[in-house]
């Protein structure tokens, strides 16, 4: 139990920073959407939609190899030392790759045709930051530095925020004071970064690590990118693929499938409850399953995480599924404006789905301690590109006639087929008693309390009376599921 409350203790510190992140992004979305006209707006996107993709090519999965062989502490500032440097020229490499096929990328995001070239080169500073201090943050993860680590993350989301608020409303600078901010702000938390972790440079150049890490990081690469794709490729397929007359059948004729992609996506946004859950989840749970690995007794623990896990989950599904209407009604302070803008709201049905999907998710990450723990990452890209292959093929399916419903049960199954075959694949090499007919029961029990609830206010005066009963019934079968049964 001391270990679980281990865990608890730095998943609810990482959460901190992630929460933070989170909420600030919903200040700036009615921020940029008020003062850049919607083809500036789009720009955004696609840069952001550039550093998503290249994010994961510039850390050729260094981030997992550190905290998989830097464990050892004896060993560790020479792992820092070989990663850090090693990463440094391999993504200063790719700098100058994109240096030299910028004419070929800037009209693909739309930056030569608009003037804004300018912020092609802050993205290249802002990617190569941001690798710098991967390597940092997973030192500060692996000695549990859970503090440290928040400040810096939150340090980094403050200034960039308040960077942007002053240029956009102080100096009236355009969508170039988006990605200025965020370079500054990146630059800033490189350097104090360096300087919190300098002493780990004393190590010495190990290439037999670099080899050994690059062989365990770089499965990571396309795994990444493939989940890159199953959270944007539904946008894409409900744009082109989702055709006027299926818009008026199943929404109204006033509508496009443009705005069908909108009201999508911001209703996609209140599923964040979840993701932040896993998130904050994922922080703590691989520098935790990877100290425990050489204790005889870690299969239990990591059996035990699994279970509690889940209650966890499940309880945020039911909070969020049942209760979503009053979540979007949340004012937010100066801002004057609800979470979700009220137009937005006819998209809030796929927002259990969305749920569904990231609780599946965080199966997925726990189900990975024991493909990291054994060096197995090989399989991971083979199963993140079956999801993608499902993601894709479900969209077309069911998008023709279910349009935003389609994509958000197209993402439940891909994230429910790549934790299944993790599942498969990890126990068959580190086996642990996951006791997935629990988990299985839990998420019945959360879907049936969703299902009835509407039955309940029949015989219940008002809404707010029977959700909050179906929670609690909820809460109690989670407890009763989740009762040690006396193994071993």
Not at 192 to 221: E, H, I, N, Y
Request: proline letters at 4%; hydrophobic letters at 55%; glycine letters at 6%.
């Amino acid at each position: 139990m001391k270990k679980l409350k281990e865990l608890l203790s730095d998943t609810l510190i990482y959460g901190i920073s992630s929460v933070l992140a989170r909420f600030i992004g919903y200040l700036l979305v009615p921020l940029h959407t008020d003062v850049f006209i919607p083809s500036q707006y789009g720009i955004i996107s696609l840069v952001y939609a550039g550093l998503a993709f290249l994010n994961v090519i510039f850390t050729f999965g260094m981030e997992s190899a550190y905290l998989r062989y830097a464990k050892d502490r004896d060993l560790a500032k020479d792992v820092f030392k070989t990663l850090q440097t090693g990463l440094g020229v391999l993504s200063s490499l790719l700098v100058v790759l994109l240096v030299l096929v910028a004419p070929l990328l800037m009209p693909t995001m739309n930056l030569e045709a608009s003037g804004n070239q300018n912020l092609y080169w802050m993205m290249l500073g802002i990617l190569w930051f941001d690798t710098m201090v991967l390597i940092p943050f997973a030192e500060l993860r692996l000695v549990r530095k859970q503090w440290h680590f928040a400040i810096f993350k939150t340090g980094n989301i403050l200034v960039n925020v308040g960077l942007q608020f002053y240029l956009i409303l102080g100096l009236d600078w355009g969508i170039e004071a988006v990605f200025f901010a965020s370079l500054v702000a990146s630059g800033i938390t490189a350097l104090v970064l360096w300087v919190v972790t300098s002493d780990m440079f004393s190590g010495s150049w190990d290439t037999p690590v670099l080899r050994k890490a690059l062989r365990f990081g770089l499965p990571f690469v396309p795994a990444g990118l493939g989940f890159v794709i199953n959270e944007t490729l539904d946008r894409f397929f409900l744009g082109n693929y989702l055709s006027q007359s299926t818009v008026a059948d199943l929404y109204s004729p006033d509508l496009i499938p443009d705005d069908i992609v909108g009201i999508y996506s911001a209703s996609y946004k209140v599923s964040v409850f979840m993701l932040l859950l896993v998130q904050m989840f994922r922080m703590a749970w691989q520098p935790f399953f990877l100290r425990e690995s050489d204790d005889p007794q870690a299969p239990k623990t990591y059996r035990d995480v699994f279970r509690y896990f889940n209650v966890v989950a499940a309880i945020c599904f039911l909070v969020v599924a049942l209760f979503v209407q009053q979540i979007v009604q949340i004012r937010i302070p100066l801002l004057d404006a609800y979470l979700v803008g009220e137009e937005y709201w006819m998209g809030l049905h796929i927002v259990p789905v969305l749920l569904g999907a990231y609780w599946f998710h965080g199966w997925y990450m726990n189900f990975s301690a024991g493909i990291f723990i054994e060096e197995k990452t090989k399989v991971l890209p083979v199963i993140t590109l079956i999801g993608a292959g499902v993601t894709i093929a479900a969209n077309l399916a069911f998008i023709p006639y279910f349009g935003m419903m389609g994509s958000a049960a197209a993402t439940l199954i891909s994230y429910a087929a790549m934790a299944l075959l993790l599942y498969y694949q990890s126990i068959k090499i580190y086996p642990v008693d996951y006791q997935l007919l629990r988990a299985f029961g839990m998420m019945l029990l959360a879907v049936l309390c969703l299902y009835f609830q509407p039955y309940l206010t029949y015989w219940v005066p008002g809404e707010w009376m029977s959700r909050t009963i179906m929670l609690i019934i909820g809460i109690t079968g989670f407890a009763w599921l989740s009762r040690p049964t006396g193994e071993k």
